[in-house]
Each structure stands twice: as structure tokens, then as C-alpha cells.
């Protein structure tokens, strides 16, 4: 089932804050979130896993609620470069071997302007 | 370290013809997943490829195939091409039952 993220767009200004919400009506095992720029592919951000564990390489910040199968991206002091649309994807089960597969949302349209 | 690369790029096709896209693993990753994304949606989930076998499949017709390497590439097959399958097909590699997946750039198939 795909989870839900909201707002599906938001403009803000450079340097304002931002964030993305994904929920999902079943039980997760991680949540996953990507940033893709129009005609590119999906960049990798954040990974956070059931237990606590977050794994990312960029700065910034993120949440997984467990008991509400929630998770919030953050953006801070955003630049022109965070443009572009923010996708969760999702993987089910409760082992350390979760559901392999990756369930996207439809994503959202983040617009930084001077 | 070479990430993620697909061919070709950009294709077109008439309906019922059959197309092969091929992607190449990021270096040190052995599992690879496709990934089918319409215009303003999200990427869905093809199938994921493991030691040269289909370890889990979404919710796609039999036309959509695939094959891994023993050098861990992959092919995606289709068949019996319909308009609807225009989209660009994402190829994402990780590894083993590790968590990260790293998407490649791409193949913009359009069925005319």
C-alpha cells in the first residue's frame, strides 16, 4: 500500500524551513527518502530504520514515529539546491530482513525561491 | 567508483514491439531492482534481481521480464508494447539484503 506524504507542494523562500510528512497505514520496517530534480533520478538522503537506527549523507534531518508509522523529513535554512520532488518509500516487516520492496509516495514538490 | 549506469537513455517504440533496457550495478553491489515511473508519480516496483534470480516481484503483467549476470547486471525485458507503458524506468542497485538503494539516471521509454 502506498504510503501518503503531505503537502503534496510547498514554496518557500531561501533559507526558510521545511517539512515533509509520510505515513503509512501498515507496520513499517524502514522508511527511506530521495530527492529527485526534474528529468533526473532519484538521489539518495535519508534512510531510518525500525529501532531507532538513521543512516544519511546529506544535512538532513529526519524522524520515524514506529507506533504511528510516521515519518517527517526536515529541511532547514533551505537553499536553492533543496528544489525538486521529495519522495518516501517504504519497506514493510518486522525482521531485520524487512520486505525487500521499496513502496513510494507520490511525492513532494518542493520550490526554493531567491 | 562508477555508480549506477543504464542504456540506453531515450527510446522509442511502436505498440507491440518489445524493448531490453540494461543497467550496471553500482561497484561492490550484487542486487538490482527496477522500477517503473510514470510522469508526476512516484517510482513503482518492478522486480528486484539477486543471484542471478527474482527475489520479489510487484504487481506487473508476465510481458515485464528481467534476467541478472553473473557480473550482477540486469536486463528488463518487455513485450507486447502498450501506450501505457511510456514512462521512464528507474534501475537502483544495493547490497545484498542491505538497506541503501542508489538509482541509476535512467531510461525515457516512449511507446507511440
Known amino acids: 500500500q502506498q504510503p501518503v506524504q503531505s503537502p503534496q507542494a510547498v514554496i518557500l523562500r531561501e533559507g526558510e524551513d521545511a517539512v515533509i510528512n509520510c505515513s503509512s497505514s501498515?507496520?513499517?520496517?524502514?522508511v527511506h527518502w530521495y530527492r529527485q530534480k526534474h528529468g533526473e533520478a532519484p538521489v539518495f538522503l535519508m534512510i531510518l530504520l525500525k529501532g531507532g537506527e538513521q543512516k544519511g549523507h546529506e544535512k538532513i534531518s529526519a524522524s520515524f514515529n514506529e507506533k504511528k508509522q510516521q515519518s517527517s523529513l526536515y529541511l532547514t535554512a533551505s537553499q536553492l539546491s533543496y528544489s525538486g520532488t521529495y519522495f518516501c518509500?517504504?519497506?514493510?516487516?518486522?525482521?531485520?530482513?524487512?520486505?525487500?520492496?521499496?513502496?513510494f509516495g507520490t511525492g513532494t514538490r518542493l520550490t526554493i525561491i531567491p | 567508483d562508477a555508480g549506477v549506469t543504464q542504456s540506453p537513455t531515450h527510446l522509442i517504440k511502436t505498440r507491440g514491439q518489445q524493448v531490453t533496457l540494461r543497467c550496471s550495478p553500482k561497484?561492490?553491489?550484487?542486487?538490482v531492482s527496477w522500477y517503473q515511473q510514470a510522469l508526476g508519480q512516484g517510482p513503482q516496483f518492478i522486480f528486484q534481481?539477486?543471484?542471478?534470480?527474482?527475489?520479489q516481484r510487484g504487481n506487473f503483467p508476465d510481458r515485464f521480464s528481467g534476467h541478472q549476470f553473473p557480473n550482477y547486471s540486469s536486463e528488463l525485458n518487455v513485450n507486447a508494447l502498450l501506450l501505457g507503458d511510456s514512462a521512464l524506468y528507474l534501475c537502483a542497485s544495493s547490497f545484498g539484503r542491505g538497506e541503501t538503494q542508489y538509482f541509476g539516471p535512467g531510461t525515457r521509454l516512449l511507446v507511440l
Open positions: 518509500g517504504t519497506k514493510r516487516g518486522s525482521s531485520n530482513f524487512g520486505n525487500e520492496k521499496l513502496t
Open positions: 534481481y539477486y543471484e542471478e534470480e527474482e527475489r
Open positions: 501498515k507496520a513499517l520496517y524502514s
Open positions: 561497484s561492490g553491489h550484487d542486487t
